[in-house]
């Protein structure tokens, strides 16, 4: 099995910035991929970007331009970097991670969630 960890989160006005991260322990043996979601009250689980082991990204048309994925630690931590954060952004933010835990076995893992809250 694998674990994800996430950090950060919190109040943040709108216009500020904040930053989340995330690290992938236990038995890894690759990571496909590693990305973020959220989920805002009365509304489903959606992709916010990921990121591959080549290094390809995928953004949310809605944080475009505002946020930034990016992986270091040998590919086991992965960061969004928040910018210009709207009320909209308001969500628990969940950290997901394709691993393979042997040369045939793979999983989906997801983080705890963390709390992001835009507002005055």
């Known amino acids: 099995q694998a674990q994800l960890v996430e950090s950060g989160g919190g109040l943040v006005q709108p216009g500020g910035s904040l930053e989340l991260s995330c690290s992938a322990s236990g038995n890894i043996f690759r990571i496909i991929s590693m990305g973020w979601y959220r989920q805002a009250p009365k509304n489903e689980r959606e992709l916010v970007a990921t990121i591959n082991a080549g290094g390809a990204i995928t953004y949310a048309d809605p944080v475009k331009g505002r946020f930034t994925i990016s992986r270091v630690n040998s590919g086991n931590t992965v960061y969004l970097q928040m910018s210009s954060l709207k009320p909209e952004d308001t969500a628990v933010y969940y950290c997901?991670?394709?691993?393979?835990?042997?040369?045939?076995?793979?999983?989906?893992?997801w983080g705890q969630g963390t709390q992001v809250t835009v507002s005055a």
């Open positions: 997901n991670a394709y691993i393979y835990t042997s040369p045939v076995e793979w999983n989906a893992y």
